[in-house]
């Protein structure tokens, strides 16, 4: 018998098992990236063989390096705006709400697929001006049910891809329309990443395909209206990455003379 939480998941909600996974042994490290804790409380509360992800902490980087530069500029915006709302689509299992901690005047929704929510209420404590959204985020009504009288952060951290871009330039307008200010903070891969996805094991392994390449912020500008580049970053130039293992820093020598490895993974910042 166990008082863990059962895990049945299919499809990119797998990844979150993967992800929160590698921010749990990072954690680990004497040297963390991120220094999620929570990440680490997190996969003792759920049954699950996580010898079976078959996955090492050294890869932990290409997970920990995106979310720690997307806790440092949600920091910023809520420093900048005490009173927000912070819609974090896609949130997986992640631990982000625990981490930054934000104050009572901020209103926080976590969004993902009602399977992922639900395991989500199991391992997660209820905490005030937080609410639990079960849906898809493609799903065009949900973003109404959310009040629009604050500056508003919506954080899409590893979801781009998975959307078509008619999908992902929609989600992103829908967000600019309704909210009277705010920023969106996306992470995306580019062409070369979308055209090798075969070569990525995770992929392999959920049966997940992706869709969505962006090479450059000019690509959303032309497909979002109302936005304004804030920063734009590869994996490589983020600085969270200078806090990776030798072995990683090093990998960025070799990816100064391949443009479009260096520039696979990109996380960008808009205002509106």
């Given at each position: 018998m166990t008082d863990k939480a059962t895990v049945d998941l299919s499809g990119p909600a797998q990844t979150m098992l993967t992800t929160l996974y590698l921010k749990a042994?990072?954690?680990g490290l004497a040297r963390p990236v991120l220094?999620?804790?929570?990440?680490?409380q997190a996969i003792e509360r759920?049954?699950?063989d996580w010898q079976q992800l078959g996955i090492s902490a050294r890869w932990a980087p290409l997970v920990t390096?995106?979310?720690?530069?997307?806790d440092a500029w949600a920091r910023e915006f809520l420093a900048a705006h005490p009173r927000a709302t912070v819609i974090h689509v896609g949130c997986g299992l992640d631990c982000r709400v625990q981490r930054l901690d934000p104050g009572p005047e901020i209103a926080w929704y976590d969004v993902d697929y009602p399977e992922v929510i639900a395991l989500r209420e199991t391992i997660y404590p209820a905490?005030?001006?937080?609410t639990l959204v079960p849906t898809s985020a493609t799903d065009p009504t949900w973003l109404d049910q959310i009040?629009?009288?604050r500056p508003t952060l919506l954080i899409a951290e590893g979801i781009s891809m998975y959307l078509t871009a008619e999908q992902g330039a929609e989600l992103l307008q829908h967000v600019v329309d309704r909210f009277p200010s705010g920023e969106l903070q996306i992470d995306f891969y580019n062409g070369f990443a979308i055209r090798t996805q075969r070569a990525h094991m995770l992929n392999r392994r959920t049966g997940s395909k992706l869709y969505w390449a962006v090479d450059r912020p000019e690509d959303v500008l032309?497909?979002?209206s109302g936005i304004r580049p804030v920063a734009a970053v590869s994996f490589f130039g983020a600085e969270p990455y200078d806090r990776t293992s030798a072995g990683f820093r090093a990998a960025r020598s070799l990816a100064r003379v391949a443009p479009p490895v260096r520039n696979a993974l990109q996380y960008h910042r808009y205002s509106f």
């Open positions: 042994r990072d954690a220094g999620d804790t929570f990440a680490q759920l049954d699950y390096v995106r979310t720690a530069q997307y905490r005030p001006g937080y009040p629009a009288d032309a497909r979002v």
